[in-house]
């Protein structure tokens, strides 16, 4: 089904929220929500996984295989959408989520939890990507702004209900218990998609075979980067994203080509508009990711914080993100225009500013301005991110629009894992590792968030030419 044309004022969040249109939009968010909450739980409860079924070696793994399982479900969801219908393909992503996570809860050792992880990522990919990819087939286009800003905003609630859930079973010694406690809630999730869902399939995605080739390559770059973050060696390190370089110049020459895509056509070339819309988002998302990854250890090593506390701070740049999307989403008629060009810059001043805070120990002054920072990065993401995804459904080429809907996720998966891959790198060579401790540290902050406030800037100019209708 091709997306109507863009038209008329954006309806309230009554008519998002209210009757029919409110029980699907539940729904969607959930999705999300379900994916969202679950990577904040393990990543509270895995030290104890591991101090109890073994497997310190293997630790990363539970990370790496998750994201790139949920990368690998997010591309195909367009596929399992055609297939099966927006109510079939829900149903099976939620119950191959909650497969996942019974293997999780049971895993007696390290090699079986990562089974039960790679599942879930699966799943977890599916849902995340049939959150957005839904969002085209079952409400108007007036209402997808807000739609897309309900469904983002899962994230920010994710933050707050993740670490508070995982942390509370780990204080219990029942890390076992976080996992089965989300079976049954996703098997809710799962009835209440299929009554509330529609049965028949609205979309052209099965008509192309699955892009297998892009996916391994893609995979395999996500894997070369991760490999090449883990150490100190300028060499190691420069090899990592040599061979990642090639391995995505090789996908995007062959994407197309195989009689199937894994984007849709234009998505690679800063010339079309699509392709400034997905790169604005890349861009977004990698200035966030670099900078929660590494910040709650920044602030208990150089701030004294206690890792909760550390945590939840960190979190306010997902509040930051939820506030900005819920507040613009109901921008219209070229008023989100001037959005769009100060997300990138709010995001960049908050940068700057932990540039600046972070690397030293001031007292509660600046601990202060820090917490505005973080709220002020995630605030300028959000500011713009409902007009962006709104823009890609909108510019969705003929016959790809399924395609074009499941992409977002895709795009936002795999800049998240490469801003991470990254953000390791930069670290580790600005001496996190070698020399290590408070210098070591220091220095690491500070050429991390100097080197990725790039992003914020090339966000910019890539805003400017969406908002001279480039």
């Not at 849902?127 to 209402?143: D, H, K, N, Q, T």
């Not at 079976?183 to 529609?198: D, E, G, H, K, R």
């Amino acid at each position: 089904m091709s997306a109507p044309p863009a038209s008329g004022r954006p309806e309230g969040w009554g008519a998002l929220l209210g009757g029919r249109n409110g029980a699907r939009a539940v729904i969607l968010a959930g999705g999300v929500a379900l994916h969202a909450v679950n990577v904040f739980i393990v990543t509270t409860i895995l030290p104890s996984v591991v101090a109890d079924i073994g497997g310190l070696d293997l630790y990363a793994w539970n990370t790496t295989l998750f994201v790139v399982a949920s990368i690998v479900g997010a591309a195909l969801c367009a596929r399992l959408l055609h297939g099966v219908g927006p109510r079939g393909a829900y149903a099976v992503a939620a119950l191959l989520f909650a497969a996942g996570t019974t293997v999780c809860a049971a895993a007696p050792a390290m090699p079986v939890m990562l089974m039960g992880r790679l599942a879930q990522g699966l799943g977890g990919g599916f849902l995340f990507g049939l959150s957005y990819a839904m969002i085209r087939i079952v409400f108007a286009e007036p209402l997808w702004p807000r739609a897309i800003a309900l469904t983002s905003a899962m994230w920010g609630v994710a933050t707050l209900i993740g670490p508070a859930v995982g942390g509370v079973f780990a204080e219990m010694g029942a890390w076992r218990a976080a996992f089965w406690s989300m079976v049954p809630v996703t098997l809710a999730f799962a009835v209440l998609a299929f009554l509330m869902l529609p049965a028949g399939s609205k979309g052209e995605g099965g008509r192309r075979a699955p892009p297998l080739a892009q996916l391994a390559l893609l995979t395999l770059a996500v894997l070369a980067l991760s490999v090449g973050s883990l150490r100190p060696d300028p060499l190691w390190n420069a090899g990592g994203v040599a061979v990642a370089g090639l391995l995505i110049a090789a996908l995007v020459v062959i994407d197309g080509r195989l009689g199937s895509r894994l984007l849709p056509t234009g998505s690679y070339r800063p010339t079309t508009r699509l392709g400034r819309l997905f790169g604005s988002m890349c861009l977004l998302s990698v200035a966030v990711t670099s900078t929660e990854t590494f910040v709650p250890l920044f602030l208990q090593v150089l701030h004294g914080r206690s890792p909760l506390v550390a945590g939840y701070l960190a979190a306010l740049m997902a509040v930051g993100w939820t506030g900005g999307s819920i507040a613009s989403s109901g921008l219209h008629g070229g008023a989100e225009r001037p959005v769009l060009l100060l997300g990138p810059v709010v995001s960049l001043a908050g940068m700057l500013v932990l540039a600046a805070l972070i690397p030293g120990s001031g007292g509660p002054a600046a601990l202060a301005a820090i917490c505005v920072a973080l709220t002020a990065v995630g605030a300028g993401v959000g500011m713009g991110w409902p007009h962006l995804l709104t823009g890609v459904l909108r510019a969705a080429p003929a016959g790809e629009t399924d395609l074009t809907s499941a992409a977002i996720t895709t795009v936002q998966l795999v800049a998240t894992a490469l801003g991470a891959a990254l953000a390791g790198m930069v670290v580790n060579m600005a001496g996190l590792t070698e020399p290590g401790g408070i210098g070591g540290t220091a220095s690491a902050a500070l050429w991390l968030f100097l080197v990725f406030a790039a992003a914020p800037v090339l966000a910019l100019l890539a805003a400017r030419r969406l908002t001279q209708g480039g």
